[in-house]
């Protein structure tokens, strides 16, 4: 099969005028980047304000793997076979972030013949957000050290200030780094500092939720920078450049319009991580999606424990959103590799029943995760050409056994008509059962009642532990009256643990949290566990080493 690059740029498209027109949109509605992508302004999608919902299908995956899931690929897939069996479907997805895309993890337009197109701008600078939020990020930076440096008049502890500097750059050397050498003058004040990547900016995520310029304003001001001496939170709206912020977001904001291969339109918007932020592609992007089409596709980010949990727990508690069913991606290689088979290097395992059958345990507990929060679940499972007739009946009938329905999905090698057994089964759900969703907790519960819920009901933890700075950071969380916000949980997406090295559903392990961070304006605590990180480092060998572009103006290595 060519590679996704390839498949992409000899597609066939259609303008992004007539995608729009089939929202009852018209050019004049549109702010155009290019032929194939344009933004949506708000006060154009305020038109449909009056319209009933549609549908509202959420994916989410098993625990990732090295062999792959394919969640985004299903994603989109499952869009273009809905599409294919007549169904007025429409999608919703974050942004890539650039780092991934020359990292590890490669870009987050799906794959084979189901990708968003076109997948070349998406995967790169795209309409700019990220751009937007990276320099509006890096204008409070500045403008903290600056009132530091000049009489200080709010009396910041220079070594309490907790925003950092952001780049959507995979740059590890970049994490811990001294600041304002060179003297007062020159450098400013000496301290401690660092950089967060820009998916896991508390703008990212403000971004991602706000649902109006004045929204968005509001939430820019709640942002808690840095604590003066007296321990008291010193917020953005009091260094007077939220305005200049704003200047710096108000296009960025916009949804942005693009298709499927096979023409299904999706608002690709919004781009916070899930194992740092909640991981869902922005609030307006679902909102008016559901306002324009009978069924709507999105995506949490990573696994059910993590992107799930907070798009039902934060996400729809924000949007007053109501899930009609979860659509849980598996696939056969990876559910070996969480029954103990291939787990360094990922090789094919062909025939090997036994650890497929063994890591049905880390499947059960993604059923059972999103069965807590009174939704339909469906099990897709992503089929690879190396899964035998024997693994594939295995997977069916263990989920018969469970009362989960089951699909098999080919839609990487297919397109829309790969899909079509999972599209039926989804609308057949969709008619036949209802979704009696309720978030998982009470927010006026304590920050260490919320963590421990999320923890023992979700995760499969005993207890948690809490090492560090933690316990003072909970403190003055509560000081500043901030307590009662949802909890946005930092893990590793590896493991449904803080360990990445543990797969499967372990149980009766200790959670560690060693620092617990307030985004004010997103709206949520955010405890760090284990030892994740908030910006990423480059892996041996790069995707950027594959990436390149002709003199004929072909891209190359993107995937």
Known sequence: MKADIDIAQEA?????????????????????????????????????????????????????????????????????ALGHI?????????????????????????????????MWDIDLHFTGDIHAVTSAHNLLSAMVENHIAHRNELDIDPTRVVWKKAID??????????????????????????????????????????????????????????????????????????????????????????QTLEGQPVFVHGFPFANIAHGSNSLLATRYA?????????????????????FFDIVCRQAGFRPDCAVIVASVRALQMHGGACLEDAVECEGDVASLRRGFANLDKHI??????????????????TDTAEEIEAVREHCAQLGVPCALSEVFVRGGPGGKELAETVMRVLEE??????????????????????ATEIYGARDV???????????????????KLPVCMAKTQLSITDDPK?????????LTVKEVLLSAGAGFIVPLCGDIMLIPGLPSEPAAKRIDYTDDGRYVGLS
């Not at 089939?22 to 032929?35: A, I, K």
């Not at 708000?42 to 394919?70: H, M, N, P, Q």
């Not at 059972?368 to 050409?385: D, Q, S, T």
Request: glycine share 12%.
């Open 12 to 80: 066939v498209m259609r303008p992004v005028e007539e995608i729009a027109a089939t929202l009852g949109l018209s050019r004049d509605d549109l702010e155009l980047h290019g032929r194939y992508m344009a933004k949506v302004p708000l006060d154009v999608l305020r038109r449909f304000d009056g319209r009933k919902d549609g549908k509202l299908v959420l994916v989410t995956a098993i625990t990732a793997t090295k062999a792959g899931e394919g969640k985004t690929v299903t994603s989109i897939g499952l869009m273009e």
């Open 86 to 118: 007549g169904v007025k479907v429409m999608g919703a997805l974050r942004e890539p972030s650039m780092g991934p895309v020359f990292g590890i993890k490669g870009g987050a337009t799906g794959g084979g013949r189901a990708q968003v197109y076109p």
């Open 169 to 258: 750059m995979n740059c590890r050397e970049l994490r811990d780094i001294v600041v304002g050498l060179g003297g007062r003058t020159v450098g400013g004040v000496p301290r401690e500092s660092g950089f967060v990547i820009t998916a896991a900016s508390e703008i990212s995520a403000i971004l991602a939720l706000a649902t109006s310029i004045e929204d968005l304003r509001k939430r820019l001001e709640r942002i808690v920078v840095a604590y003066n001496r007296k321990g008291e939170p010193v917020r953005a709206g009091q260094l007077d450049c939220v305005g200049s912020m704003l200047i710096l977001l108000k296009d960025a904001i916009k949804p942005n319009l693009v």
């Open 290 to 310: 559901l306002k324009l089409a009978d069924v709507v596709v999105t995506e949490g980010g990573f696994a059910s424990d993590l992107g799930a949990e907070k």
């Open 368 to 385: 059972e995760i999103v069965r807590r929060y009174g939704v339909p679940a469906i099990v897709a499972l992503n089929r690879f050409n």
């Open 433 to 454: 059962q209802e979704s009696d969703f309720r978030p998982l907790y009470d927010t006026q519960l304590s920050i260490e009642e919320k963590i421990r819920t999320i």
């Open 465 to 483: 532990r809490y090492v560090g700075t933690a316990m003072r950071d909970i403190r003055a969380i509560e000081l500043a009256g901030n307590d």
């Open 502 to 510: 543990l797969k499967g559903a372990p149980s009766g392990w200790t």
